[in-house]
């Protein structure tokens, strides 16, 4: 009764959905486990932690239920219109937004007070509309005059984004990139895309326009001198402070770990539950459970391009490879931070880090990766 109740209610790459399961399960456990300090300092209990943290997820899960079950070919017809709102929310966000950890990256909805961040509606938006204008283009030849209004809207979207988060833009710049690449794009029309950013970020460098500027650039700069070993007077002390005590939950956590909830760290590190989450996690289940955790991420990516010889369509094609790349590439950097082996960016762990705008988005985009795989109609390319 239970196996059918699931074949009809849960369409698509099972495994997809046995990933999530798996990573759902971690988040609420460590996130649990993570927000410990938070508690403490808030005087409101670990369990009211819990308690949200799970609404969230279920929340999440609710809503790749339901994308999933959605024609994902509707969603290119609403996709620029999401490109446009998106870039009024980030210009919005910028002056005005809400400052959480002294970045304005959230604005308030009205009347419901919850807070978002536009940057996750842009991020979805813009693959989906590349997506969109790259099918269409498959079997003609790329003129510059094609391409220009696609290059304009990756640029514009990843310089508003960079107002307020450099890391975020950055990843998204890279997944449109690889997904132009699939899309056939000539090489020197890429070119053209990395000239064009380069000269943005030289803009936003030169007039000092962005919060947060700054100090990506410090970041980056303090973690290059850490590699050579030549740690400048007045560097970014708290990213080290960070990054060491995320190395000292690493090493504490060993092969088989300390066990769940049994973190010392976790009352050291100021984003134990997001941005270091993976170094909580090695440190409660140890290399094995680190290990584990990466291996549902890069199964995620191995079913993500499976779902691309699901569908017979240039754009489910592109649409599961580039939320696929968005979703993973963003995993990958959070791992690298907490290992130490990329500069400090403030990424979440996807599906995995406390979060609640965010791990709704990411519920919506996993289920357009599913409704993806449920398409199996081999036909010609849109």
Not at 214 to 238: F, H, L, M, Q, S
Not at 306 to 330: E, H, M, P, Y
């Amino acid at each position: 009764m239970i196996t059918n109740w699931l074949k009809k209610n849960l369409e698509g790459d099972y495994q997809i959905w046995t990933i999530v399961a798996f990573l759902s399960m971690c988040s609420i456990i460590v996130v649990f486990s993570a927000t410990g300090k938070l508690a403490i300092l808030s005087g409101q209990g670990t369990f009211s932690f819990l308690v949200k943290h799970t609404a969230i997820v279920v929340a999440s899960l609710g809503a790749m239920w339901y994308f999933h079950k959605f024609d994902y070919h509707k969603f290119a017809t609403v996709s620029n219109f999401g490109v446009i709102l998106s870039i009024l929310l980030l210009l919005y966000t910028y002056k005005y937004g809400v400052s959480i950890n002294d970045a304005r990256r959230w604005v308030r909805v009205p009347l419901i007070g919850m807070t978002f961040m536009p940057s996750d509606l842009a991020k979805l938006s813009l693959i989906t509309n590349l997506a969109g204008m790259l099918a269409k283009r498959q079997h003609v030849e790329y003129t510059f005059l094609e391409l220009v209004p696609m290059i304009a809207k990756i640029l514009i979207v990843c310089t508003c984004i960079a107002l307020t988060n450099v890391s975020t833009s950055a990843l998204l710049f890279s997944t449109c990139f690889m997904l132009m690449f699939f899309g056939r794009v000539p090489f020197q029309y890429l070119m053209y895309t990395i000239m064009g950013l380069f000269m943005m970020g030289t803009i936003l460098v030169m007039t000092g326009t962005g919060s947060r500027i700054e100090t990506a650039r410090n970041r980056i700069v303090n973690y290059v001198d850490g590699i050579k070993g030549k740690k400048k007077p007045g560097a970014d002390k708290d990213s080290d402070y960070q990054i060491e005590r995320s190395f000292f939950a690493i090493a504490n956590g060993g092969i088989t770990g300390k066990g769940p909830g049994k973190s010392q760290q976790r009352y050291f590190l100021s984003q134990a539950d997001s941005d270091f989450v993976y170094s909580i996690i090695i440190e409660e289940w140890g290399m094995l459970g680190g290990v584990f955790v990466l291996g549902l991420y890069l199964w995620f990516l191995y079913r993500g391009m499976k779902a691309v010889d699901s569908s017979g369509r240039a754009f489910g094609g592109l649409l599961s490879a580039g939320l696929t790349f968005s979703l993973v590439i963003q995993a990958m950097v959070n791992m690298s931070v907490a290992t130490g082996l990329g500069p400090v960016t403030g990424q979440p762990l996807p599906l995995l880090s406390w979060g609640g705008s965010s791990l709704v988005f990411t519920g919506i985009t996993v289920g357009i990766i599913i409704s993806v795989s449920r398409d199996k109609v081999k036909d010609a390319a849109l």
